[in-house]
Every structure is written in structure tokens, then in C-alpha cells.
């Protein structure tokens, strides 16, 4: 059995995040593989009219976790959800909760988020930065935590071109942001953002780079590690591959490909895209978990989940390869044959999104307005463009991570464990 797999048996774990993409793949694979887990406890939302309990039963019927059902049928009753906003300054945690997880948990995996690009700098501060800070609080207040494993991103100094497996200081103080947020009003806020976030490229990047000093401010007497993912596609093999839930990162472009929505994407054939499918994110999550919380490092190490020093992947091989998999299985309902190519400047960009985006979206709603129906597509075809133009910045340049504690990591592994988890190389 995994030396990791059998660390976490009889452990009580909290997951913050766990109804997310990143959250159900971490929950599936500590179900699966170490079903003999004392507890999870999951903090869920009230959302689209679901209790958190009903929330839980859909996650726990869906594909996902059929192979849980069969290596854990007792999974209902080792999944504890928990009320919670993480807007709210106390997480809105009844007393009773609260005590519970404070007297019981073992290692604490912080997923949760925004991952918005266009949020409004509130709201990011207010989960990405405040409630960090809140959760290591509690942290701070529980006698058998062993680990704390905080989820950032590997683009939250990517104002930097090389990146290092460290913290690199802010120039805002996150506790004078967070000040801030509480009396300064939206409009304010819109005037001085784009100022706060300096040459960070959106919100979310800033204020993950602002919760990683929270985490270096507020760690105490803390065994902290936090992991820097990039871009987190589909599962690769766990639990099963092409796994994904929604369109976040690459998914929303894939997908548009496979629609025949998207034709033309500006992009350079021979730079690097840092993609990491999220089974390999969580299996290095799983990892860096059993690492803290045996080995105990004297300090707060940074791992960098990264594939582009290891294993890289150019545009001009992705590009291709997804091209070839949207033809082979043919999504339902297409708008047109997938068929997509790069743009290497503004000119054509704007060119090839004018007659190969919005005309044909256009001449189609029409159609659909003379047969009665209601257009919809040029709003979708927006919505893409959109979409494209937030996530520009990460496409038309490239970054070097270090990945020397990822490294040191994987060697620290038994051969068991190596097999499984390093996918990387
Ligand atoms: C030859 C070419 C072949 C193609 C090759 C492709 C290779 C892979 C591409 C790799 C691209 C990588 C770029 C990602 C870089 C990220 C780097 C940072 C690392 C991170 O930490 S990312 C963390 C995760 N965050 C994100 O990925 C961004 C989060 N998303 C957003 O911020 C919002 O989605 C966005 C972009 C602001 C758009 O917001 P909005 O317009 O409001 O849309 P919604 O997401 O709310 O959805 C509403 C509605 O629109 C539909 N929708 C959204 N996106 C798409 C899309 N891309 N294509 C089609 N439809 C889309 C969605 O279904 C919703 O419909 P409803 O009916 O539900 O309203
Ligand atoms: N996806 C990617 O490409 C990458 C992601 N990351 C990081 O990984 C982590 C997980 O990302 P990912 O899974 O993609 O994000 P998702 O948006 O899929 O999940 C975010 C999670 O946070 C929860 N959450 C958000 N707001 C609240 C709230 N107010 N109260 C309680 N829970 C809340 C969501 O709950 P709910 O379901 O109720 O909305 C959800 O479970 C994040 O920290 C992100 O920065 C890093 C690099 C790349």
C-alpha cells in the first residue's frame, strides 16, 4: 500500500473548496485510496437552492465518485459538510461546528477562492485574502493539526518572469487592504483598483499573491506548505481521464474548439503553455500533506506544480493534439466542424475574430430571428471573445518556475509512491 495512502487512514481532514474542480478531485482520491479516513469536513454554501447536505448527495452520485462508492460504501457517513460562507468574517460556522473542527482536525487543505479574473476587487480580497487569514486563525486553534496545505496559483507573482519556490513581498500590506475593503465603497474601489494592482494583469492574481503573505504573516508556530499549480486541465488517469466540471482554465477553450466555436486563437506555436492536469495537482497535494505533517520542515516550503520545465508542452503541439481529439469524438450539438489555427498579431487576431467569430454568429442569429426562434449565438461568441481577451496575458507570454522542492519532494517518495504520483517527468 501507498505510504501516503496509509498516512491519511484515521485522520480527520478539513477541505475548504471542496465542491470545486480542484476540491471533488482531492475529496475522490482520499476516499479512494484511503477509505480507512476517520472524517472529512467539507465547508459548503447554501447554492442554487441546494442545502449544503443536498449539495453533498449530487457530488457523491455523480460520476466522479462512482469508484468511491465501491472501495468506500460508508463514504456518506465519513463526509461531514458544514454550513459556511467564507464572505462572512466568522465563516458563518455554527458554535457547535466551529468546536468540532477546531478539537478534532488533522491536516487542513485551503482549495477555496474566486478564480474569477474580472471579479471586483471586494470579493477577491474577501476569499482570497481575509478568509485565508481567518482560516489560519482557526488553524492556529487546533491541537492536532499537523499540516496546513494552502492552494495558490503558480501565476501569483507572474508579474515576475522567473519564479522562485519562495514568497516574494507585496507592495501593498494585505492587512491594510483588507482595512480598507471594510469602509471604502465600490466606486472607490473601481477608481483605486487598477492602482493596488499595479502590474499584476487581474484581481485574482493579485490577491492570491496577497494571501500567500497572509500565509507567511499569520503561519505562528503553523507546519504551512503552499502549493503554486498552473494551469489545471482534465484528470489525466484519476479516476478516470478527461474528467473536468466546468470552463474555467483551458476547459472553456477546449470546448469552444470542440463546438466549432472558436476558430482562431492568438497564440505563438513554439512558446510553452504550463498545463497540469488536476489528478497530477492533487497527487502532489496528497503528497506535500504527508511530507509537512512526517517530516516536518523547519520552515514553510512553496511547491511549484508546474510542466513546464519537466515535461514541456509548446502551442504548436497542444494545438494540434487538441484539434485531433475534438475530431476524433465529435461533440454534440456543434456550431460548426471544429477547425482552429493561431493568430500572431493584433491585425489578424482582430481579422479572423471579426469573419470567423462574429459574422457567422450574426448571419446565424438572423436566421434564427426569421424562423421565430430567440438568437442567442452572438452573445455566446461575445461571451467567448471575452473570455479570450482575460486570458490573453497567460497565453502570449511565457514563465520559468523553479521546481526544486517538487523535485526534493518526489525523490523523499517510496517507489510505490513515485509510480503513482509523478507524472511530471
Ligand atoms: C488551434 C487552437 C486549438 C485550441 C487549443 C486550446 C489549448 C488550451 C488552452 C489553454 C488556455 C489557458 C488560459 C488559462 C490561463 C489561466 C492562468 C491562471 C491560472 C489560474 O489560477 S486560473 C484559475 C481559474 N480561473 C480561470 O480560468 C478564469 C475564470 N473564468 C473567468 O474569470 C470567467 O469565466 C470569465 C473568463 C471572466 C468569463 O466570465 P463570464 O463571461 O461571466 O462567463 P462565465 O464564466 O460566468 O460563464 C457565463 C456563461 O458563459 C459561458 N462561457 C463562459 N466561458 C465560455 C467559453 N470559454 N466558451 C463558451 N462559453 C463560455 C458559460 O457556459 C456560461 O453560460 P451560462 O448559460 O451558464 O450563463
Ligand atoms: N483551476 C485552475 O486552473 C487553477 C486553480 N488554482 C487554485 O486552486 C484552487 C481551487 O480552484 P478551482 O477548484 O479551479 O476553483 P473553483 O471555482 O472550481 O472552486 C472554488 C471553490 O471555492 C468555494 N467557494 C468560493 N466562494 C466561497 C464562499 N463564499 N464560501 C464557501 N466556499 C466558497 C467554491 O464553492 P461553491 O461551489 O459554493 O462555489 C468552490 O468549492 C483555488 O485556490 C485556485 O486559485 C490554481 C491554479 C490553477
Known amino acids: 500500500m501507498s505510504t501516503i495512502a496509509a498516512f491519511y487512514g484515521g485522520k480527520s481532514i478539513l477541505i475548504t473548496g471542496a465542491t470545486g474542480f480542484m476540491g471533488k478531485v482531492l475529496m475522490e482520491k482520499l476516499f479512494r485510496t484511503s477509505p480507512n479516513l476517520k472524517v472529512i ?9 441546494q442545502t449544503p447536505q443536498q449539495r453533498v448527495f449530487q457530488i457523491l452520485n455523480s460520476k466522479l465518485f462512482e469508484k468511491v462508492k465501491e472501495v468506500c460504501p460508508d463514504v456518506h457517513e465519513k463526509i461531514r459538510a458544514i454550513s459556511a460562507d467564507l464572505n462572512q468574517s ?7 461546528d466551529t468546536q468540532e473542527l477546531l478539537s478534532c482536525t488533522n491536516i487542513v487543505f ?12 471586494r470579493h477577491a480580497v474577501q476569499l482570497n485574502v481575509a478568509a ?34 519562495v514568497i516574494y513581498p507585496c507592495p501593498v500590506e494585505p492587512k491594510k487592504i483588507i482595512d480598507s475593503m471594510e469602509w471604502l465603497d465600490d466606486a472607490v474601489i473601481d477608481e483605486i483598483a487598477p492602482k493596488l494592482i499595479g502590474d499584476w494583469p487581474n484581481a485574482y492574481t493579485f490577491t ?15 507546519n504551512i506548505a503552499i502549493i503554486r499549480p498552473s494551469i489545471v486541465g482534465a484528470t489525466w488517469q484519476e479516476p478516470f481521464p478527461g474528467w473536468v466540471d466546468n470552463l474555467n482554465g483551458p476547459n472553456g477553450i477546449i470546448i469552444a474548439t470542440g463546438k466549432g466555436l472558436l ?13 497540469v492536469p488536476v489528478d497530477i495537482v492533487v497527487n502532489l497535494t496528497l503528497a506535500v500533506g504527508w511530507y509537512m505533517a512526517v517530516r516536518r520542515p523547519t520552515s514553510m516550503l512553496i511547491y511549484h506544480c508546474t510542466s513546464g520545465n519537466l515535461n514541456p508542452c509548446n502551442w504548436g503541439k497542444m494545438g494540434p493534439q487538441v484539434l485531433a481529439t475534438v475530431k476524433k469524438f465529435p461533440f454534440e450539438k456543434a456550431f460548426r466542424r471544429p477547425n482552429a489555427d493561431f493568430t500572431t498579431n493584433t491585425i489578424t487576431t482582430l481579422y479572423w475574430n471579426t469573419v470567423s467569430h462574429r459574422a457567422p454568429a450574426i448571419i446565424y442569429d438572423f436566421c434564427l430571428w426569421l424562423t421565430g426562434r430567440k438568437p442567442r449565438m452572438t452573445k455566446l461568441m461575445n461571451r467567448l471573445i471575452r473570455s479570450l481577451s482575460l486570458v490573453e496575458y497567460f497565453i502570449k507570454q511565457t514563465w520559468e518556475w523553479s521546481t526544486y522542492n517538487t523535485e526534493m519532494l518526489m525523490s523523499e517518495l517510496s517507489p510505490e509512491d513515485r509510480r503513482v504520483r509523478t507524472a511530471l517527468t
Open 41 to 49: 469536513y467539507i465547508l459548503v454554501r447554501p447554492k442554487a437552492d
Open 90 to 96: 466568522d465563516f458563518a460556522i455554527s458554535k457547535e
Open 110 to 121: 485551503h482549495c477555496a477562492a474566486t478564480v474569477r479574473f474580472d471579479d471586483h476587487l
Open 132 to 165: 485565508t487569514q481567518q482560516l489560519l486563525l482557526m488553524a492556529s486553534q487546533m491541537p492536532k493539526l499537523e499540516a496546513f496545505i494552502h492552494i495558490s496559483t503558480a501565476y501569483s507573482n507572474c508579474n515576475l518572469k522567473h519564479i522562485d519556490e
Open 208 to 222: 492570491k499573491a496577497l494571501g500567500e503573505m497572509v500565509v507567511q504573516q499569520e503561519s505562528r508556530n503553523l
Open 263 to 275: 476558430r482562431a486563437l492568438r497564440a505563438t506555436p513554439k512558446d510553452v503553455l504550463d498545463v
